[in-house]
C-alpha cells in the first residue's frame, strides 16, 4: 500500500513535508500506492516520533499499514486482510519497501535465492510465511511487524488467530440463508469508493456469483462486471451463466476470451520480458487485460469471489492434512536437498484463508498497478467466522451459496452448473505454442539450471515428450514461469 526510501540519519530530524504525491524528509521518502480508495495520514504532533498510515478510506474494519518513527529506529505494522502484502529490505542504514517487488529490483539478485522458497514454487508447495524467493528481502504477512534499527531488519509475527474448530448447530427457525445475505450485502455496502463506479469480476461460478447478487443488493451508483470466457463448449456454457447474472444484475459486462492472452503469449509481460514477480500467477496475462479493462471504465474497486471454496471447505481445522504433491522429476540437487525444509519458518495462522492470502499476493499488486483497490468480500473475518460456525450441509457442494442463487430467481443450471469453468485449455495452449519455445531457450541458457534447482538433463527429456503428447505437463508452468520471472528482475 506504499513505497518507501527511509534511512535512519534522517529520522534524527524529521521535517516531512508534501511534494509531488510524496512524503519527503532529506533523502528519505514515503509514497502511498496510487489508488483512490486509500488515504495517508500523517502524524507529528509527537515529534520526533511521527506516525503515518496508509488505509482504505472506510470507517469499519479497514485494512492498513502503519509506520511509526523516531530517532534511530522505524517500525511497521500491517492489517490482518493483507490485501497488497509490503515487501522489505535493508541495506547500509536504508530501509526499501513496497507493495510491488519490481520495485525493490537494484536489491534483487538471482545468485541469492532461498533455497526451500525455490523448492516450493516448483513443486507447487506453496507456503505462508516472510521470506520470499530472494535473500534479505521479507514479506510483511498479516499483522506481523517489522522493526528497522542500526542493528538491521528485523519481523515480528503475532500470535495465531482464533478459529471456530467445530460448526455449531443452527437455533430453531434460523435461516442461514439470509443470515449470509445481510452479511455479505453489509459488507459489501462498506467497500471504500467515493464515486459508486465499481467492477465485479464475475466467472460465472457460485462464489462470484453471490458476491455478484450482493454488489446488486447494495446499489452502488455504476456497475461493471469483467470475466475471462475459457472457450470451447465448457465456455459457451459459462458465457451463459455470465450474461444470465450480467443481465439479473443490470451490471455493465465486458468479457475476455482468455484464448487469446494465455500464458507466455506474444505481448504478455513474460513475451516482453517486463520486470514481474516471478512466483505471480499463471494467467497474469489474460487477468492483466481484465485489470485495464476496469481501469478504463474508472471502477475505483474490483470485488472479486476469492475465497469462496476456502470458506466452503468440508473439513477439522483440527485434523487438516496437506495434499500430498505430484512428483516433479526435473528437480536439482539443490532443491531436493531443499524438499525437508518446505515446511520451515511458516507464518502463524490468520485470521483469513492462508490460500487467499497467497492469492492476494500474487493477483493483487497488479490491480494496484491499474489504479484499482480489490476487494474480496467472500473473506471478510465476519463471513469467514459465520462460515466457520454453519453446519457441514450447508457448506458441503456450497449449497448454501447455490441455494441463494437459486432463490434470487436464477435457473438450476446457474445455480448448479454441470461442467464448471476451468482454465486448464488456456494453460495447454500457453504451454504447447508458447511455453515450449521458452523451454528451448532455457535448455541453452538457465539461471535455475546452473543454480542447480533443475536438472538440465531431465528437464530436456521432458521437452522432447512433450511434442508427443496429447496434453504438456501442467507442471513445466512453474519452472518456465519461475526462470522468465528471475530473468525479467536482472
Known amino acids: 500500500m506504499l513505497t518507501m526510501r527511509l534511512r535512519l540519519t534522517d529520522l534524527q530530524d524529521p521535517k516531512w513535508r508534501s511534494q509531488g504525491g ?10 502511498p500506492a496510487n489508488v483512490s480508495t486509500l488515504v495517508m495520514e500523517v502524524n507529528d504532533d509527537q515529534a520526533p516520533r511521527v506516525r503515518v498510515r496508509v488505509k482504505e478510506c472506510k470507517r469499519d474494519e479497514a485494512d492498513f499499514v502503519e509506520l511509526t518513527m523516531e530517532p534511530g529506529q522505524a517500525r511497521l505494522a500491517a492489517g490482518a486482510f493483507g490485501t497488497a502484502p509490503l515487501y522489505l529490505t535493508e541495506k547500509a542504514g536504508e530501509l526499501h519497501a513496497s507493495w510491488d517487488l519490481t520495485t525493490l529490483r537494484p536489491h534483487l539478485r538471482a545468485d541469492r535465492l532461498v533455497p526451500r522458497v525455490v523448492t516450493r514454487t516448483l513443486t507447487r508447495q506453496h507456503r505462508y510465511t516472510s521470506e520470499t524467493l530472494f535473500e534479505g ?31 455449531r448447530a443452527l437455533r430453531p427457525g434460523v435461516d442461514p440463508l439470509a443470515a449470509l445475505d445481510e452479511l455479505l450485502t453489509d459488507v459489501i455496502r462498506q ?3 467515493a464515486t459508486g ?20 443488493a447494495a446499489r452502488f451508483p455504476e456497475a461493471h462486471s469483467f470475466g475471462l470466457l475459457v472457450g470451447g463448449g465448457t465456455g459457451r456454457q459459462q458465457n451463459e451463466r455470465r450474461r ?3 443481465e439479473h444484475c443490470d451490471f455493465r459486462d465486458t468479457a475476455t476470451p482468455a484464448m487469446q492472452h494465455p500464458p507466455f503469449c506474444p505481448g ?7 520486470p514481474h514477480d516471478p512466483a505471480g500467477a499463471f494467467y497474469q496475462e489474460a487477468f492483466d487485460v481484465v485489470r485495464e479493462q476496469a481501469a478504463a471504465w474508472r471502477c475505483e474497486v474490483m470485488f472479486t469471489g476469492s475465497g469462496g471454496d476456502e470458506i466452503n471447505a468440508h473439513h477439522s481445522r483440527t485434523q487438516a492434512e496437506l495434499p500430498t504433491p505430484e512428483p516433479v522429476p526435473w528437480l536439482g540437487s539443490k532443491a531436493v536437498r531443499a524438499l525437508a525444509e518446505v515446511n520451515d519458518h511458516l507464518a502463524p495462522i490468520p485470521v483469513l484463508p492462508v490460500p487467499t492470502l497467497m492469492a492476494f499476493g500474487m493477483h493483487n499488486p497488479g490491480f494496484l498497478r491499474a489504479g484499482v483497490w480489490p476487494v474480496s468480500p467472500l473473506v471478510h473475518p465476519r463471513i469467514v467466522r459465520f462460515m466457520e460456525q454453519l453446519p457441514h450441509e450447508h457448506k458441503r457442494g456450497k449449497a448454501l451459496f447455490r441455494e441463494r442463487i437459486r432463490r434470487a430467481g436464477l435457473p438450476e443450471w446457474v ?6 469453468e476451468n482454465f486448464l485449455a488456456v494453460l495447454e495452449k500457453g504451454l504447447r505454442y508458447y511455453g515450449l519455445p521458452v523451454l528451448d531457450d532455457m535448455l541453452k541458457e538457465s539461471i535455475l539450471v546452473d543454480l542447480g534447482y533443475v536438472d ?20 513445466l508452468c512453474d519452472v518456465l514461469a519461475l526462470e522468465v520471472g528471475l530473468r525479467s528482475l536482472m
Open 137 to 167: 528481502v521479507h514479506r510483511l504477512t498479516e499483522r506481523a511487524s517489522a522493526t528497522f534499527t542500526t542493528s538491521g531488519l528485523s519481523i515480528h509475527h503475532p500470535k495465531s488467530a482464533e478459529h471456530v474448530l467445530e460448526p
Open 197 to 216: 463506479c465499481v467492477g465485479v469480476e464475475l466467472s460465472g461460478g457460485a462464489d462470484s456469483g453471490n458476491v455478484a447478487l450482493a454488489v446488486k
Open 191 to 193: 467497500a471504500p469508493t
Open 268 to 274: 504478455g509481460v513474460r513475451a516482453l520480458r517486463k
Open 415 to 420: 445455480a448448479a452448473p454441470a461442467e464448471p
Open 22 to 31: 510524496r512524503w519527503i524528509n532529506g533523502e528519505s521518502w514515503i509514497e
Open 244 to 246: 444470465a447474472f450480467a
Open 456 to 475: 538440465g538433463k531431465a528437464l530436456a527429456e521432458a521437452r522432447r515428450d512433450a511434442d508427443a503428447v496429447p496434453v504438456v505437463p501442467d507442471l
